[in-house]
């Protein structure tokens, strides 16, 4: 399954399932509390959340869901792994805007009109994701693969084995 991610801010992008992740931080957030939030909501597998850049650069994301075969490609430009629960067979793409706006204001929701696009159906369960990203939109490179920016690469799991929650590649 593929999407062209191309909305609002994707300096983050966000693998969220918006029926159990909880939206609002404070209405004078600031970045180390978005970030405990980010990983506080990783921890409880609602949400994964990647920075995509290093220097700010916006773009248009080529996104792969990958459902089969869990091999990884070996050459790419980084790769982390986290854990998500499906509970209400769906997820959700959503980028930076989406995700702050949710934070400082208790009515917004997540995904909102402009992420709505981005849901995809998934079985409910837990899952290990691999996410590779394979473009360095910073240095404007490709690395092992030239037809996708970065993959999500779901495995159910009966159990999550041992990983800190961070905020993927967070340079902030």
Not at 9 to 33: C, G, R
Not at 42 to 68: A, S
Request: charged letters at 30%; a negative charge; glycine letters at 4%.
């Amino acid at each position: 399954m593929d999407f062209k991610f191309n909305v609002g801010d994707t300096n983050f992008i966000a693998l969220v399932n918006s029926n159990q992740y909880k939206t609002f931080v404070d209405e004078d957030w600031d970045l180390p509390m978005i970030r405990e939030h980010f990983v506080r909501e990783m921890k409880n597998n609602n949400i994964l959340v990647c920075q995509m850049t290093n220097e700010g650069i916006e773009g248009d994301w080529r996104i792969n869901v990958n459902f089969e075969e869990n091999i990884i490609d070996t050459s790419y430009f980084r790769r982390e792994e986290g854990y998500i629960k499906v509970d209400n067979n769906e997820l959700c793409f959503v980028e930076y805007t989406c995700l702050t706006m949710a934070a400082q204001f208790e009515d917004e929701k997540v995904p909102d009109k402009y992420c709505d696009k981005f849901r995809f159906n998934i079985k409910n369960g837990l899952y290990k994701v691999d996410v590779i990203q394979y473009y360095d939109i910073d240095n404007e490179k490709h690395f092992g693969r030239n037809d996708l920016d970065i993959e999500f690469k779901f495995t159910e799991v009966s159990k999550c084995e041992e990983i800190e929650p961070k905020v993927f590649w967070w340079n902030i």
